[in-house]
């Protein structure tokens, strides 16, 4: 049996767009787990609490406002933007997913080639990251998610496929990122680089400067 988790972020677009997704899981035999995320604070005791119950996820649901940088956290009265390259540090060193874990986000931009990078980058143990690429409302965030999650569990499909099989259902363009492919794009390296850079973990020789051991864990230096 698959394990979902889904996150809620913000509070005007996560309502019943999230029970469709929650009854459908649920209808495939999928266990669904459910929070709501109010800070970064509350997002690490979230995860560490699952870490801390020895509980692992199939899929990862984060829904929310997005942009190339970062994501709205704002259901605990204050507008707050979580880097993806934290999200990605914070959900890799808990431990809290398995090898094929795929991370679906349904926010605007999510499907950004930028955002899967600095996903990737910083979390060694994600292999997929799925979104849309354009701005979109949530009932098609959500028809495309399920779409997506019914092809993968129900007709055994490569998420790639799965992917186009949502953007066919919503006619928006759904993509799902693989490290295999990306880690190989020239663009990726080059983001890497400055993403590191920016977050002081590397000098601009390219050499690792982090203490934490975690952090250099997490990216697999």
Not at 167 to 173: E, G
Not at 187 to 214: C, S, V
């Amino acid at each position: 049996m698959k394990n979902i988790l889904i996150l809620k972020a913000t509070k005007d677009i996560c309502g019943n767009e999230v029970n469709l997704i929650q009854n459908h899981c649920e209808l495939l035999g999928m266990t669904v787990y459910s929070n709501d995320i109010q800070s970064e604070v509350s997002l690490r005791q979230t995860i560490q609490d699952y870490s801390t119950r020895n509980i692992n996820f199939d899929y990862l649901y984060l829904c929310t406002h997005g942009s190339t940088e970062s994501f709205l956290v704002n259901l605990g009265g204050n507008d707050e933007h979580v880097r993806w390259s934290k999200f990605a540090e914070l959900i890799c060193e808990t431990g809290v997913l398995n090898d094929e874990t795929i991370l679906l986000l349904a926010c605007c931009k999510g499907g950004f080639f930028q955002v899967a990078t600095d996903i990737l980058a910083c979390c060694s143990k994600i292999n997929f990251v799925c979104g849309v690429k354009w701005n979109v409302r949530p009932w098609d965030l959500t028809t495309g998610f399920v779409v997506f999650i019914h092809n993968i569990e129900n007709k055994d499909a490569e998420p790639g496929y799965a992917a186009q099989k949502a953007s066919l259902a919503t006619d928006y363009t759904f993509v799902c990122y693989d490290r295999d492919e990306i880690v190989n794009h020239p663009q990726y390296e080059h983001r890497k680089y400055n993403l590191f850079l920016e977050l002081g973990w590397i000098d601009t020789n390219g050499a690792w400067i982090e203490t934490d051991p975690k952090i250099k864990e997490n990216v697999g230096f």
